[in-house]
């Protein structure tokens, strides 16, 4: 196992500071809109208050869209939570976007326009969603698999919370809120990020599971913008010992040139990162690489170079419950893949529970 593992990183992941931040007037009306305008501007952003609450001025080109934030106030639409199977009870939204440049992102597919990052102000409202669905779910609530998790709220289906926190602070609270919650309830987020400082002392009474996306350490290419796996790991550990429950997503798994013995070593730095954390309470997702048609196309205009396959020939087609096309590994090596994965897991981290392999 390598030694760096327990180390913490030599250099840490600088933060993402926005070029400009649009923020409008029904979102500086919201103390936590304005706020998120000020951390800005510290960092050097150049805040534009727009006149109206429709976002206008959104930069043409890949790359402004991606040094661009805007903090707006969520719909009611929005702020109604939505099914998430198989991660979650519900969805509910903190922002939408990501700083950083992974060259398979499914985001690519998902969110329509340019590539912003929109934060959502009115978290209050968005909170206030969440007490009416206790018990309501049907991925913890009501499965005897998962029942001890209570009803999940999944906080990061669109976005990476922890890469923009330092500007919107919306996880801390949110995570306040879980831990003074007296209820069967569970928050949920995944990251790549590793910036967890301010999160470790906060009351979260275990009723937060911060999931991490590791990947093989020849995946580090595809995921530009994002701090190393190292990094990951480091702050996965940290946030363990400081109580937190522990999830593993590892995703997306690609078809590497040696991506048994890859993977094999992912998991085997996972145990070591979660050596002496007293009850972690780990769970793992193992999710594959795919594709849609309309995805594939987005990223191959955003990343030209990036070497990722993407071929349908080599694929296997298959429809979405929504009717749609996606593109998935052949149904051998998809075996080949969760076999392999499943017994590492079992082999590295046998405390775990796999939740699911997708």
Not at 256 to 279: F, H, I, K, S, V
Request: proline share 8%; net charge positive; with cysteine.
């Amino acid at each position: 196992m390598p030694s760096d593992v327990l180390e913490a990183p030599a250099r840490a992941h600088p933060l993402w500071k926005p070029r400009r931040l649009l923020i409008t007037p029904s979102a500086f009306g919201w103390p936590q809109g304005e706020a998120m305008a000020e951390r800005a501007a510290a960092l050097g952003a150049e805040v534009v208050r727009l006149k109206a609450d429709r976002l206008s001025g959104l930069p043409d080109t890949y790359r402004d869209a991606k040094t661009t934030m805007a903090v707006v106030v969520a719909s009611p639409s929005r702020r109604k939570p939505q099914p998430i199977p198989p991660s979650a009870d519900w969805r509910f939204d903190l922002a939408e976007g990501c700083p950083a440049h992974c060259s398979y992102c499914y985001l690519a597919g998902s969110l329509a326009g340019p590539p912003i990052i929109r934060a959502y102000a009115n978290l209050p409202e968005i909170l206030a969603a969440l007490p009416p669905l206790l018990g309501q779910g049907a991925v913890t609530s009501r499965n005897a698999a998962r029942a001890a998790e209570g009803t999940t709220y999944e906080g990061s289906c669109y976005t990476d919370p922890l890469g923009i926190e330092h500007i919107t602070v919306s996880l801390a609270e949110t995570i306040r809120f879980f831990g003074d919650w007296e209820a069967e309830a569970q928050l949920r987020f995944t990251t790549k990020y590793d910036g967890i400082g301010p999160l470790l002392d906060l009351p979260h009474h275990r009723r937060t599971r911060i999931r991490f996306s590791v990947n093989a350490r020849a995946a580090e290419r595809f995921e530009g913008g994002a701090p190393r796996v190292r990094n990951r790991l480091h702050a996965m550990r940290q946030a363990a010992l400081a109580g937190y429950r522990i999830g593993l997503t590892v995703a997306p798994i690609l078809n590497l040139p040696d991506w048994r013995e890859a993977y094999n070593a992912l998991l085997a730095d996972c145990a070591t990162a979660l050596q002496g954390a007293a009850d972690p309470d780990l769970t793992v997702e193992l999710i594959t690489h795919r594709f849609t048609e309309g995805s594939r196309e987005v990223l191959q205009g955003w990343y030209p170079g990036s070497g990722l396959e993407m071929d349908p020939e080599q694929r296997s087609r298959k429809l979405t419950k929504f009717g749609s096309a996606k593109y998935v590994f052949p149904k051998a090596l998809m075996a080949d893949l969760r076999r392999e994965l499943e017994a590492g897991v079992a082999r590295h981290l046998p405390s775990a529970r796999v939740l699911y392999f997708t």
